[in-house]
């Protein structure tokens, strides 16, 4: 074997530009492949943890059904055994209460439909950030007081002012029908123009007085260390509470369009990554191929004097996977590189690119990432796309005759 190895590593060399060359391809081919993905991973990572700490939570604690079919009938008490659960449950960091229901907003001649929204603002902040995006005046510190939060849209379509003072209906738990006035202390952006047109934000305690919730609460969002290990969270979490009217649903199942949104545009990374790997393979073969037919009549005068053609076989692939190996070694350290200071250095757009990032509710800004996957599965790509592409010279080797090699010119 280790005659193998030296013939193999002396035969690399033995036309040297053309091995450079595909050295240089595939070397390219992992520097791109690891960059590109390393960007995309990076990039979903950072537009899910803005997206589940803007507003979802990295999880939530519903009843069940409550995700499909939202409504007040669906809620549950937070208990004694519920608070020690979402307490005691290794990974999470903070957690608050919500009420969920929609109504009718009303300033003057104008009325909007609204989805309300009732939480508690000392809690709430330590769980998400749309406490902290407030465009104008200010948030509400009590989750009893008549004050109120609308987004920046609603309140530029009921012509209102902070300040001023609005009705809101709503249809209660026990049926009856709420009223009662607020005022407008403040307004949230929060990106999403459907959202900042039709929410408001009051104080826990003051929606269940509207809404006749009797303490009860719809939805209580989680805030978790990381998005890495939230299956794991999410089960124990689940297991604590013990509870079957229960259920912890992690972000993707709370909002999947943004799931979806990151799953259509990965599949246009994977197919480019595709193409690479393919033009890769045919300069692998190209050069593998080159190399053993102009060597056809030294393997003939080998295989006469007695070696057998099974080892001539490994010769090939051995070759092919020095030049794999170099290649993806150095490509992987120019990977790292190049990932390791987008990290440091995210690009930020602005302008028009800023806007369409937007519009599709992603941050103009790419980040990169060092998962250990992200450098497996292309190596692991490129090794079995090389040792696919030698397959035919190796058979060719494999079926040569002595006589016939030796005539070969």
Not at 62 to 82: H, I, R
Request: aromatic share 10%; glycine share 8%.
């Amino acid at each position: 074997m280790k005659l193998l190895v030296k013939l193999a590593w002396r035969n690399i060399w033995r036309n040297k530009r053309r091995s450079i060359l595909t050295l240089g391809a595939v070397i390219f081919a992992v520097f791109m492949a690891i960059g590109m993905r390393g960007i995309q991973l990076g990039t979903y990572a950072l537009n899910i943890r803005s997206a589940v700490e803007l507003f979802s939570g990295y999880l939530q604690v519903q009843a069940k059904g409550y995700n499909d079919t939202p409504k007040l009938s669906l809620c549950f008490s937070q208990n004694e055994n519920l608070s020690s659960a979402l307490k005691n449950t290794k990974g999470i960091r903070a957690y608050s209460s919500r009420v969920y229901a929609d109504g009718l907003i009303s300033f003057k001649e104008n009325s909007r439909g609204v989805a309300i929204f009732g939480i508690e603002p000392g809690k709430e902040k330590d769980v998400t950030t749309f406490v902290e995006n407030t465009a104008q005046g200010r948030f509400f510190n009590s989750d009893s007081s008549n004050e109120i939060v609308v987004g920046t849209q609603l309140l530029e379509n009921l012509n209102a002012e902070i300040g001023d003072e609005v009705v809101l209906l709503a249809q209660g738990y026990d049926g009856s029908l709420g009223n009662q006035k607020y005022k407008i202390v403040g307004t949230v952006r929060l990106g999403v123009q459907e959202l900042e047109s039709t929410v408001v934000f009051m104080g826990l305690k003051t929606a269940q007085s509207l809404l006749a919730m009797r303490g009860k609460i719809n939805v209580i969002a989680i805030k978790a260390d990381n998005l890495d290990n939230l299956g794991e969270i999410r089960n124990n979490l689940a297991a604590a509470i013990a509870n079957k009217d229960l259920t912890v649903l992690p972000w993707n199942k709370v909002s999947p369009e943004l799931q979806q949104a990151i799953q259509l545009d990965n599949v246009s990374g994977i197919l480019f990554l595709g193409i690479l790997i393919v033009i890769v393979a045919f300069g692998i073969l190209n050069t593998v191929l080159m190399s053993v037919t102009e060597r056809f009549r030294e393997f003939g005068v080998i295989l006469s004097i007695g070696m057998p053609q099974k080892k001539l076989t490994y010769l090939v692939y051995i070759e092919t996977m020095f030049i794999a190996i170099i290649g993806i070694a150095l490509g992987n350290i120019l990977g790292y590189g190049i990932n390791y200071y987008l990290i440091l250095h995210p690009i930020v757009f602005g302008g028009e690119i800023k806007r369409l990032y937007e519009l599709y509710h992603f941050l103009p800004e790419l980040r990169s990432s060092l998962q250990v996957s992200i450098f497996a599965n292309v190596s692991l790509s490129i090794i079995g796309i090389s040792i696919l592409s030698c397959l035919y010279p190796a058979y060719k080797v494999y079926k040569l005759e002595p006589l016939k090699g030796i005539r070969q010119t």
